[in-house]
C-alpha cells in the first residue's frame, strides 16, 4: 500500500496548498485501508484520521489568522475614516459655533445695557432682552 509521505513539520512548516495536498492523499489511503479489515488497516486508518484532523486544525488555524488580520484592518480603515469625518465637521462646525457665541456675547451685552428692549432673532422675530438675560444667565 503507498504511503503519503509527511514531511517533517507536518502540519505546522507546511503551506496551505501542501496541507491540503497532504490531507487529500490521506483520505484516499483512508478509503483503501477501510476496504481491507484487519487490525493492521484499523490502526492504519485511526493514524491518517488523526493526522487528517491536525492538518484541518493547521488550516483552519491559518485561516482564522487571515481573516482576523482582514477584520483589523478594516476596523483600522474604519477608525481613520471616522476621525477624518468628525475632524472636517469640526472645521466646518467652528466658524458657525464662534459666531453663535459673538451673537450671544453681543446679545448680552445690549439686554444687560437695555433690560426694557428687544433683541433680533435669527427668523427675523424679536425677544426680549429679560428672556435674552433668563437664557444666557450663568453663561457670561
Not at 478594516?74 to 471616522?82: E, G, W
Request: charged residues 25%; glycine residues 4%.
Amino acid at each position: 500500500m503507498p504511503q503519503t509521505i509527511l514531511p517533517e513539520n507536518y502540519p505546522s512548516g507546511c503551506d496551505e496548498k501542501k496541507i491540503e495536498e497532504i490531507i487529500h492523499n490521506l483520505e484516499s489511503e483512508t478509503k483503501r485501508t477501510n476496504l481491507l479489515d484487519n487490525s493492521i488497516a484499523h490502526m492504519e486508518t485511526v493514524k491518517y484520521s488523526s493526522l487528517i484532523q491536525l492538518g484541518q486544525m493547521e488550516l483552519t488555524g491559518i485561516f482564522t489568522k487571515r481573516y482576523s488580520l482582514l477584520a483589523l484592518g478594516v476596523a483600522i480603515l474604519s477608525l481613520i475614516i471616522s476621525g477624518t469625518a468628525l475632524y472636517y465637521a469640526k472645521i466646518q462646525a467652528a466658524p458657525v459655533l464662534e459666531q453663535s457665541a459673538r451673537n450671544e456675547r453681543q446679545a448680552w451685552n445690549y439686554c444687560k445695557t437695555s433690560p426694557d428692549s428687544t433683541w433680533p432673532t435669527t427668523d427675523d422675530d424679536k425677544i426680549g432682552c429679560s428672556e435674552v438675560l433668563k437664557m444666557l444667565k450663568g453663561k457670561y
